[in-house]
């Protein structure tokens, strides 16, 4: 069985499971790469944020990611990758995905690497090169965060904060200093130090909103400050990452969209399901009659039968 044909059976095995009214609540997505464990970690922050009614899922292959993104229940996706492969095979459909009025929400690679492609300025615009500024080991590595622009996303947050991190990448001239985003984008903070765009919002024309989050570096390992278990303890980052889910899902027109045109189609199957019923059940009642009658003419035909068997057996020779 192919990845693709596997992944499909995977996600019909997923509806199938919750049954078919249940499937088309709205769902979030969550990919961390191969790195399963961050994907549950980030998950268990969604599910706990009592303003987010949406059905958590996570999945580990970018095979998954684009089924995902084909389904009418996806209201937002979140994506943190660490290398190119991760992101393989992703830009078109979630630029489609986008552009239908889906939420996203990205972290890391798919933020700025060049080989994202149009996912690093169209859909997360941080339009990023490979600079970048990587904190010494021994220092705290941390970024701070200063509010730039109010939006729902600052919501509940401090104008100034902390978020560990191994660094950040930013886009950078000859000299590799900072050169800022040309459009129609919203910073809603920006780096202390070097003034990069760390939170970057963007919604489109089609109803499609983004939240880019190029600052997020952290590594799987326990021993290190930047281990990604600390981050997600971090109040602020929750709060941070929760409303920016919460603003690119909620926000987006794709769900509403499509669950009004599921709707009306469920109910016509409803309706022509209901038709079918009284069909099969006028049906069914057609052939009771037809075999009671068929009965009936059996058992009269037995009857008469018996009465020429008894009058020509017994009857005569008794009359002679």
Known sequence: MSRTAFCITIML??????GYAHAVAPSI????????????????????????????????????VILAAAMPQTECIIIYTSNKVEIEGLEDTLLSYFQQGGGLVGM?????????????????????????????????????????RETEINRGLPDTFEILSMGTYYRGDARDEYMDVHSNYTVPFRDQETGSPLVIAH???????SVALP?????????????YGKLVAEPNF???????????????????????DL?????EAETRQDRLKEEADEARQEEKTRRQLILAVLWAAGIVGCAVIARKMVLVPVEE
């Open 215 to 227: 600052g997020i570096w952290v590594i799987p390992s326990e021993r290190l400050d930047v281990y």
């Open 238 to 260: 929750v709060k941070l990452f929760t409303n920016s889910v919460l603003w690119a899902a909620k926000g987006s027109s794709r769900y509403e969209e499509v669950q009004q």
């Open 108 to 148: 890391r690679e798919i933020c700025y690497q060049p080989s994202a492609g149009e996912l690093a300025t169209r859909l997360f615009p941080v339009m990023a090169n490979t600079s970048v500024q990587q904190l010494n080991p021994r220092e705290k590595r941390a970024r701070t965060y200063v509010t730039d």
């Open 13 to 18: 095995a997923i509806i199938a499971s919750t």
């Open 29 to 64: 997505i969550v990919y961390t790469g191969s790195d399963s464990d961050f994907a549950r970690m980030l998950a268990e922050l969604i599910d706990d944020d009592e303003r987010i009614d949406s059905e958590t899922r996570v999945v580990n292959s970018p095979d998954l």
């Open 203 to 209: 919604e489109n024309g089609e109803g499609g909103r």
């Open 263 to 267: 709707d009306g189609k469920i109910r």
